[in-house]
């Protein structure tokens, strides 16, 4: 029998023990149950703010119909045949609304004016918008009104600046033709002042562009949801914060229920073989839409990586370049995205390895505290944080919350997990990397194929300006050369950099059919600016790291032979229209690109704090913030410039938060690159970071001109770069202090 530790006390005629108080101890506790209260309170009161919101929400009073009048004043509605207007010759005017008529040049004329004198603050106007290209200029005594966009150089037909914005809004198009929307244009101090407004129509003949004017008369605005969407954050910020303080001194770190079963067979080559048979069945099921197929594959899978998590989220990685085109059917006549099942299983299943049937980790060499700070992870979830409040503010808030739990939500819950794994056991630790980075390598090599096959058998390509441009499973190739050129870097420096026969002839098999199929997207911003940055990171990178070394330059040439071999792959294509006109910025491409940010800066101008929106950047543009330059490409979903999209799509602190979170990563690769504490040239911790460093800085470039996060894989993909980069950084850190 173990002899009594000291403070053990007898309580009354039943043994107990009480452990004594630790220093400290009472202060943790306090902190736990403030957290706790701070997070029921936050609920309580961000749920009552909600539905308050709501309710208020339901009971918006219909607005009025309108009636002619010969004096707008406060309050009132008038219809378009009211005498209190002044049309410029040819509009047609009756009690539905006005319409003008199509002038000899619809391009440097505006198709009429309307005038009118008005006595209040607010001014709206009921318009006809639907699929049809028109757009309107809006005075007020002279001056821009207020409540519109008001883009520089974009003059009404006076050369006077003016509120502007487009008829053109799709998703409000009815059967039987445009649909109605009243629209606040103007807010004034002044309570008893007239005032006299000028309304200029372009183009929008035949769709009776304006249907009635209001002042004073729409509802008020119901109270905004983001305070008690931030109230539900900060709960979720309380709890977070309980969990992270709760006392685990006493918890046991050994196997409970099954675990000394499934450390047996973690340990045996049967769990590797039954995560294979799991993928190959899951990838039948869903290629032949079978069901059962596929859901005992994923099952098969989820108990395999019961014991180990990695097997999963390689699964994951390997069928990231799939996701756009495939779903898993795992019921009858019903899918699930590829994503949503992978990122939420990866959180289960970690769970379960976490705080079920297997045994806790213990800290040690190679090992990281489960609660050691990662900033990588703690800039994710503000990220995420954020992109929930602005969300909650947009005027498509569906469609904001979709892409929230598509990208950012997924982002956070695959960061979670990986985390996890990533700082398992030191046992397990390399060769789970590995897995890891080999499953991502091979799925971007294995969609490579298919983009090649697809090339030679000018199947599903995309013929524009002169080239044929291969796609793969996405829905643009400019959208597979995203994700390719991050994988080809990183596979380009393994194949370059590393010892071992074997792997290298495997790294350079991939990077020839990853460059192959890359080519073949004849994506611009890929190759003639990603992939370039790319390669100078990584010989930059090398040439530091073998100089240090005192080792051969030899790789040195090879890169830039890669390189050669890459301008000279693309050689027969620069006659092409596509590459002819790269520099012409006064038409085509480049010039409808700088348009673009001209509106995008306005509109991050005019949405500062919440922007419009996840995925609102759409509806905003072509509706309001597209110059009518521009009007040949309406239909674009983001800025095509990294930071103008962190700005409009989550404003200022998202932007902020999204910036930091790519300097941090960078920092965080370069940093462990800088103090890889292997000397030997050909290893893997030096030539893993350079890769990662060197993929990071091809996708910021890249994303000056294009996409960079906000699609479901490449924030995904960047979650994965900068947490691998800092959980090694960390394990290091942690060797050494050991």
């Known amino acids: 029998?173990?002899?009594?530790?000291?403070?053990?006390?007898?309580?009354?005629?039943?043994?107990?023990?009480?452990?004594?108080?630790?220093?400290?101890?009472?202060?943790?506790?306090?902190?736990?149950?403030?957290?706790?209260?701070?997070?029921?309170?936050?609920?309580?009161?961000?749920?009552?703010?909600?539905?308050?919101?709501?309710?208020?929400?339901?009971?918006?009073?219909?607005?009025?119909?309108?009636?002619?009048?010969?004096?707008?004043?406060?309050?009132?509605?008038?219809?378009?045949?009211?005498?209190v207007f002044q049309y410029s010759p040819g509009w047609t005017v009756d009690a539905t609304g006005a319409d003008p008529a199509e002038p000899e040049d619809p391009w440097q004329e505006p198709a009429g004016v309307l005038t009118f004198d008005f006595n209040g603050q607010e001014l709206a106007l009921k318009l006809a918008v639907g699929d049809y290209w028109g757009y309107l200029y809006v005075t007020v005594d002279g001056q821009p009104v207020t409540l519109m966009p008001v883009i520089p150089g974009n003059h009404n037909a006076r050369g006077e600046m003016a509120g502007y914005r487009t008829f053109y809004a799709p998703e409000m198009a009815r059967a039987d033709g445009p649909g109605e929307v009243w629209v606040r244009v103007d807010q004034s101090d002044s309570t008893n002042r007239s005032h006299r407004a000028r309304i200029e129509?372009?183009?929008?003949?035949?769709?009776?562009?304006?249907?009635?004017?209001?002042?004073?008369?729409?509802?008020?605005?119901?109270?905004?949801?983001?305070?008690?969407?931030?109230?539900?954050?900060?709960?979720?910020?309380?709890?977070?914060?309980?969990?992270?303080?709760?006392?685990?001194?006493?918890?046991?770190?050994?196997?409970?229920?099954?675990?000394?079963?499934?450390?047996?067979?973690?340990?045996?080559?049967?769990?590797?073989?039954?995560?294979?048979?799991?993928?190959?069945?899951?990838?039948?099921?869903?290629?032949?839409?079978?069901?059962?197929?596929?859901?005992?594959?994923?099952?098969?899978?989820?108990?395999?990586?019961?014991?180990?998590?990695?097997?999963?989220?390689?699964?994951?990685?390997?069928?990231?370049?799939?996701?756009?085109?495939?779903?898993?059917?795992?019921?009858?006549?019903?899918?699930?995205?590829?994503?949503?099942?992978?990122?939420?299983?990866?959180?289960?299943?970690?769970?379960i390895h976490r705080f079920g049937w297997v045994p806790r980790v213990k800290n040690g060499v190679g090992t990281i505290r489960s609660n050691h700070f990662d900033p990588i992870l703690t800039l994710i979830a503000a990220i995420a944080a954020w992109a929930l409040i602005s969300a909650s503010e947009a005027v498509y808030a569906s469609v904001a919350l979709y892409e929230w739990r598509t990208i950012f939500l997924a982002a956070l819950l695959f960061g979670i997990a990986l985390r996890y794994v990533l700082q398992l056991s030191a046992s397990h630790s390399e060769s789970d990397r590995m897995l890891l980075l080999f499953a991502w390598l091979a799925g971007a090599t294995s969609v490579s194929l298919i983009a090649l096959w697809q090339y030679a058998s000018d199947s599903m390509l995309i013929t524009a300006e002169g080239v044929r441009r291969a796609r793969a499973l996405y829905g643009s190739p400019n959208n597979l050369a995203l994700y390719l050129e991050r994988s080809l870097i990183v596979t380009i420096a393994l194949a370059l950099l590393t010892v071992g026969g074997r792997w290298r002839l495997l790294w350079g098999t991939m990077v020839l059919i990853q460059g192959a199929a890359l080519l073949f997207t004849f994506s611009k911003g890929s190759l003639l600016l990603g992939v370039p940055a790319g390669l100078l990171t990584l010989w930059i990178g090398t040439f530091w790291w073998l100089r240090r070394e005192k080792a051969s330059l030899r790789p040195l040439w090879w890169l830039a032979a890669i390189g050669v071999l890459g301008l000279i792959g693309l050689t027969p294509f620069l006659a092409t229209d596509r590459f002819k006109q790269l520099f012409d910025l006064s038409s085509?491409?480049?010039?409808?690109?700088?348009?673009?940010?001209?509106?995008?800066?306005?509109?991050?101008?005019?949405?500062?704090?919440?922007?419009?929106?996840?995925?609102?950047?759409?509806?905003?543009?072509?509706?309001?913030?597209?110059?009518?330059?521009?009007?040949?490409?309406?239909?674009?979903?983001?800025?095509?410039?990294?930071?103008?999209?962190?700005?409009?799509?989550?404003?200022?602190?998202?932007?902020?938060?999204?910036?930091?979170?790519?300097?941090?990563?960078?920092?965080?690769?370069?940093?462990?690159?800088?103090?890889?504490?292997?000397?030997?040239?050909?290893?893997?911790?030096?030539?893993?970071?350079?890769?990662?460093?060197?993929?990071?800085?091809?996708?910021?470039?890249?994303?000056?001109?294009?996409?960079?996060?906000?699609?479901?894989?490449?924030?995904?993909?960047?979650?994965?770069?900068?947490?691998?980069?800092?959980?090694?950084?960390?394990?290091?850190?942690?060797?050494?202090?050991?």
């Not at 039943?14 to 701070?38: C, N």
């Not at 073989?273 to 098969?300: E, K, M, Q």
């Not at 309001?624 to 979903?637: C, F, G, K, R, S």
Request: proline share 7%.
């Open 201 to 351: 129509i372009w183009r929008a003949w035949d769709q009776i562009p304006i249907r009635a004017v209001a002042v004073d008369a729409l509802p008020a605005k119901t109270p905004p949801l983001w305070p008690g969407t931030a109230l539900l954050v900060a709960s979720a910020l309380f709890a977070a914060a309980a969990w992270y303080s709760r006392d685990t001194s006493s918890r046991e770190a050994g196997p409970t229920g099954f675990a000394p079963a499934f450390n047996h067979i973690a340990n045996t080559g049967w769990l590797s073989i039954a995560a294979g048979a799991g993928l190959l069945l899951a990838i039948v099921g869903t290629l032949l839409s079978n069901w059962l197929v596929c859901s005992a594959g994923l099952g098969l899978l989820a108990l395999a990586s019961i014991a180990r998590p990695v097997y999963w989220i390689a699964a994951l990685l390997f069928a990231l370049p799939y996701y756009f085109t495939l779903t898993l059917p795992l019921l009858p006549n019903r899918s699930f995205g590829l994503i949503d099942i992978g990122t939420l299983g990866a959180l289960v299943l970690v769970g």
């Open 588 to 738: 085509g491409t480049g010039y409808l690109r700088l348009l673009l940010w001209r509106s995008s800066w306005q509109m991050g101008l005019e949405q500062p704090i919440f922007g419009v929106g996840p995925d609102n950047f759409l509806y905003a543009y072509r509706s309001w913030y597209i110059l009518p330059q521009a009007w040949q490409e309406p239909n674009l979903n983001h800025p095509h410039n990294w930071i103008l999209d962190w700005w409009t799509r989550l404003g200022a602190p998202g932007l902020l938060i999204g910036t930091a979170f790519f300097c941090v990563g960078l920092f965080v690769l370069w940093r462990g690159f800088r103090d890889s504490s292997l000397k030997a040239v050909g290893a893997l911790e030096p030539v893993l970071y350079l890769g990662l460093l060197a993929a990071s800085v091809t996708g910021l470039v890249h994303g000056l001109i294009d996409a960079s996060y906000a699609l479901p894989d490449l924030m995904l993909v960047w979650t994965w770069i900068f947490l691998l980069g800092s959980t090694s950084v960390l394990r290091q850190s942690r060797n050494i202090a050991d």
């Open 1 to 83: 029998m173990l002899p009594r530790p000291a403070g053990d006390v007898t309580i009354g005629p039943m043994q107990g023990t009480r452990k004594p108080e630790r220093a400290g101890q009472s202060h943790t506790i306090t902190r736990l149950q403030l957290a706790v209260v701070a997070s029921i309170l936050c609920v309580l009161a961000g749920s009552w703010w909600i539905r308050n919101a709501a309710n208020l929400a339901r009971q918006t009073p219909e607005i009025s119909e309108p009636s002619p009048t010969g004096r707008l004043e406060s309050g009132q509605i008038a219809s378009m045949n009211s005498p």
